[in-house]
């Protein structure tokens, strides 16, 4: 019987689809219009879609040839950047309150340093749904005042009446004893029944309460809409006749979780999106033996940016979601409001103002003919000639240029500027704002943008890439096969994995090995018994360890791999530590003490791995594939220019630019004075000519 791998990456305004068959590694691809009131229906849509197609030329499929099935979703993160939660409560250990509130005292980088009228984000929970627990644990995990539960369940009962469907409980030092919290837990189960209970020493059992508590807060304010939303889902699913039990949910750390343990921890999935697009570059540095390359994912809404040194993606132990701070292992992704859909407008003062407001799925862009009236990139890249009218996802989906005329019309005549100069002022300021969340990964971090490529995917990545990656006096661009559904193929290529953390602060030179194995033998049982039930054979279980380490009073750590061989010969972990100090911070300090501050453990649960076709010359002419030739706008000029489609290029093919590619899922600009070349693996790399 055949077995097929499905995977879904739900964007704001397509959903993508790839659809691998295990036996033979031929992959299909499809897109759908999202649905944003019940992302399941896109998802059922585009499965019954692609289910159809895999049996062509080959034995039919069946839904229950699904074997395996990973979800990219944005309904925790939409949830959090609307502010859709659910009404949430808080508890907090007595004379504490505050801590909420008070957050770090520091406001962000960036224009909110000047700002005199800056406010901090609304708290996701009010103080008149904060309660207080008597009770207190000091910084030795020592009881010194025991639960007084007569209280606690009054307070319970005051949260009662604000009817809240979750709470978060966060109390002091409980990474060192979570015995009370288990009991406020247990508690809650009485007084408040159908409540969802998240606890700060199971969500993040580690040092410094702000970010214990906001990350605590955060998950128990998502995690009933996430826990609906994959029921719902897995109903759908089930309905449908996919029943197998490998169905994963992508977390930010670039790992799955199985939809039971993503139900439960709604905060590790804030990322789930664009973490596939990372793991999907990390396969491309390995495919195309590129050690440096800037992952640039632009959709529908957004711009999704990381960057791989060495073959490495960057990854962060702390975030920031619209202002809300989180603790949670992530990829170190920076993403700004800039997609197809992103509107473009001129306010009162006549300033030209491009997003961060977006058409979205509906209505969309003007050109979609759905409703949409206001100017946005996608109508831009059609009036410019960059998109095709009549070949929007392979001819499926027809784009109305006197809709998107209309649009930009309106923007063009407030500047006083013809509608062409309007349309290519627009892109130039989308464009001017991606570049700098580049740079904010790569230059403002003391890497040369010189080593990089650009790896650019999504549906409106490649349409600007090549003019960012000359304007960033970067390497060189590189389209893979699939960019339009790339973030979907890297669902496929990731494994299953779980993150855990315990802080126990002491200094190195007072430890023994023994006493760092120990820790660690309850992190990894942890997390191969959660792998064991996730099915995984041990052999087929990985774990990798590491240390938070600090000099002694720093108010910051790193991170620092920790094998048995380093625990063995403690020196040599510290000096592996000052190195990495000394690399991220330029400087060390040998002599001084270091401390230990937290574990961690990650389990990883290897998925067979996906490797791409290679495919060989066919002798085919580029005139082969050369669809038209049209004027297209580049630079204030408009040139004529030969657009070709993508799929009917051979191994090897040579194009110079200008010149537009036009695919099923994206098209791909190259600028005059640019040359891209076909690959064996059917990526293109595109160059300045030499």
């Not at 692609?50 to 030329?57: K, P, Q």
């Not at 095709?388 to 006197?402: E, P, Q, T, V």
């Not at 559904?485 to 126990?504: C, E, P, Q, T, W």
Request: proline share 5%; glycine share 10%.
């Amino acid at each position: 019987m055949p077995r097929y791998r499905v995977a879904v990456d739900t964007g704001g305004t397509f959903s993508d689809f790839v659809y691998l068959n295990e036996h033979t590694g031929a992959v299909a691809i499809g897109k759908v219009a999202s649905t944003p009131d019940d992302p399941s229906q896109a998802i059922l849509q585009g499965i019954e879609a692609l289910i159809g197609r895999a049996g062509e030329g080959e034995t039919a499929a069946e839904p229950a040839d699904v074997s395996y099935f990973c979800h990219g979703t944005t309904v925790g993160t939409n949830a959090l950047l609307e502010g859709k939660g659910v009404k949430t409560g808080l508890l907090v250990t007595a004379g504490f309150r505050g801590i909420y509130e008070v957050a770090e005292q520091a406001r962000p980088y960036g224009p909110a340093i000047f700002d005199v009228m800056y406010d901090k984000p609304t708290p996701l929970v009010p103080p008149s749904r904060t309660g207080e627990v008597r009770e207190r644990v000091d910084f030795r995990g020592q009881v010194l005042f025991p639960l007084d539960e007569t209280a606690l369940r009054s307070t319970l009962r005051e949260l009662r009446g604000e009817n809240i469907e979750a709470l978060a409980v966060c109390l002091l030092f409980s990474f060192l004893h979570p015995a009370h919290e288990a009991r406020v837990r247990a508690i809650a189960a009485e007084e408040l029944p159908g409540c969802n209970v998240s606890l700060s020493s199971e969500i993040l059992p580690q040092i410094r309460e702000y970010y214990r508590l906001s990350t605590t807060v955060i998950n128990a304010y998502l995690q009933p809409i996430l826990a609906r939303y994959i029921a719902s889902l897995e109903s759908r699913l089930a309905g449908a006749g996919i029943t197998t039990p490998q169905k994963y949910i992508m977390q930010s750390n670039g790992g799955m979780a199985t939809f039971r343990e993503a139900a439960r921890t709604a905060v590790t999935t804030v990322l789930s999106g664009p973490a596939g697009g990372v793991t999907a570059g990390l396969a491309a540095c390995r495919q195309l033996q590129i050690g440096n390359l800037i992952t640039f994912d632009m959709g529908g809404t957004s711009c999704d940016v990381a960057l791989i040194k060495d073959g490495e993606a960057i990854f962060s132990s702390r975030g920031k979601i619209e202002g809300r701070d989180l603790a949670v292992p992530m990829m170190d992704i920076n993403t700004v409001s800039a997609g197809g859909g992103t509107i473009a407008k001129v306010d009162r003062f006549g300033v030209l103002d491009v997003g961060p407001q977006s058409a979205g799925a509906v209505p969309g862009p003007a050109c979609y003919a759905r409703g949409g009236e206001a100017a946005t990139i996608t109508d831009c890249n059609l009036l410019l000639g960059y998109l095709s009218a009549d070949n929007f996802l392979g001819g499926r989906m027809a784009l109305d240029r006197a809709k998107a005329q209309a649009a930009v019309a309106c923007v063009a005549e407030k500047l006083s500027l013809d509608v062409a100069a309007a349309a290519e002022g627009i892109v130039r300021i989308i464009d001017v704002k991606m570049e700098e969340a580049i740079k904010a990964i790569s230059t403002m971090r003391g890497h040369d943008l010189r080593d990089f490529f650009l790896l650019a995917f999504g549906g409106a990545g490649p349409l600007h890439a090549a003019r960012m990656a000359r304007d960033l006096g970067m390497a060189g661009v590189v389209v893979p096969l699939y960019p339009g559904v790339f973030s979907a193929l890297g669902l496929i290529m990731s494994d299953v994995k779980h993150d855990y953390i315990l802080s126990r602060l002491r200094p190195l030179d007072e430890l023994m090995p023994a006493d760092i194995e120990a820790v660690f033998a309850e992190l990894t049982e942890r997390a191969r018994d959660a792998l064991r039930r996730d099915g995984f054979a041990d052999d087929k279980i990985r774990i990798d360890r590491a240390l938070d380490l600090r000099y002694a009073g720093q108010g910051y750590e790193i991170t620092v791999a920790c094998t048995p061989a380093d625990v063995t010969a403690l020196a040599s972990l510290r000096k592996k530590f000052d190195a990495e100090h000394n690399s991220q911070f330029g400087h060390m300090a040998p002599a001084e003490p270091v401390e230990v501050v937290s574990y961690r453990v990650r389990g990883v649960g290897l998925v067979p791995p996906v490797d791409m076709p290679k495919f060989t010359p066919q002798g085919l002419k580029l005139s082969d594939a050369l669809r038209e030739t049209r004027p297209v706008r580049f630079d204030r000029k408009t040139v004529s220019c030969r657009v070709y489609q993508r799929e009917k290029l051979d191994v090897g093919a040579t194009i110079h630019g200008p010149a537009i590619l036009d695919q099923f899922d994206c098209t791909t600009i190259i600028c005059a004075g640019q040359v891209a070349r076909v690959d064996e693996w059917k990526n293109l790399i595109v160059t300045e000519e030499t």
